[in-house]
């Protein structure tokens, strides 16, 4: 059971919007920042969103983030077959005393 | 270009034990704080333990707690996991993330791809 909760799947036509949410607590989403990431088949994860909203360089504007309160969503626009892989959010979680990273379960996105 | 590359993995009965290690290069590991993430054969991400740029700050999951051992050498660039008295459910893919910050944040900036650990009899 993961500390964030995501859905399993999401799917579009391409071209198409599709947006990912994240929901969590006060004790991480709504007190840390999110990070997203993407993984393709096969491939390690990929830094595509931090700091909530902050792309790295090289990652498109058709990928944006966004958090309100204690949830957090990841938006895909202009769909394209090479975005099929699996999404996830991450955040540092404060409710234990050390702290600990923890991540959504993750959403694979299916192009049509 | 930052470059993290993991190796030790390897198939170990239940029970014994493996060390990880990571070589980082690209950027000034001494400045970063890093991580262990590990991936279940078709499961998801599952954080397994962090260390400051210092290794004064260091955490672990509950899962691992006891059993593993996050460990750096800054003059050598490197990262490493000691892995003892491991399970089944230990068995996983596991990465080396570099951290944005010097201390333990949970922003996974740069990943690794990967070392296989199979723990089986």
């Known amino acids: 059971q993961s500390v964030l909760t995501q859905p399993p799947s999401v799917s579009a036509a391409p071209g198409q919007k599709v947006t990912i949410s994240c929901s969590g607590s006060?004790?991480?989403?709504?007190?840390?920042?999110v990070s997203w990431y993407q993984q393709l088949p096969g491939t390690a994860p990929k830094l595509l969103i931090y700091?909530?909203?902050k792309r790295p360089s090289g990652i498109p504007d058709r990928f944006s983030g966004s958090k309100s309160g204690t949830s957090a969503t990841l938006g895909i626009t202009g769909l394209q077959t090479g975005d099929e892989a699996d999404y996830y959010c991450?955040?540092?979680?404060?409710?234990?005393?050390?702290?600990?990273?923890?991540f959504g379960g993750g959403t694979k996105l299916t192009v049509l | 270009e930052v470059q993290l590359v993991e190796s030790g993995g390897g198939l170990v009965q239940p029970g014994r034990s493996l060390r990880l290690s990571c070589a980082a290069s690209?950027?000034?590991?001494?400045?970063?704080?890093m991580h262990w993430v590990r991936q279940a054969p078709g499961k998801g991400l599952e954080w397994v333990s962090g260390?400051?740029?210092?290794?004064?700050?260091?955490g672990y999951a509950d899962s691992v707690k006891g059993r593993f051992t996050i460990s750096r050498d800054n003059a050598k660039n490197s990262l490493y996991l000691q892995m003892n008295s491991l399970r089944a459910e230990d068995t996983a893919l596991y990465y080396c993330?570099?951290?944005?910050?010097?201390?333990?944040?949970?922003?996974?900036?740069?990943w690794g791809q990967g070392t296989l650990v199979t723990v089986s009899s």
């Open positions: 991450g955040t540092w979680d404060s409710s234990l005393s050390a702290g600990r990273w923890v």
């Open positions: 260390i400051s740029w210092n290794s004064g700050s260091i």
């Open positions: 993330a570099k951290d944005d910050s010097d201390i333990l944040t949970g922003h996974g900036d740069y």
């Open positions: 690209g950027f000034t590991f001494d400045d970063y704080a």
């Open positions: 006060s004790s991480n989403i709504g007190n840390n920042y």
């Open positions: 700091d909530n909203n």
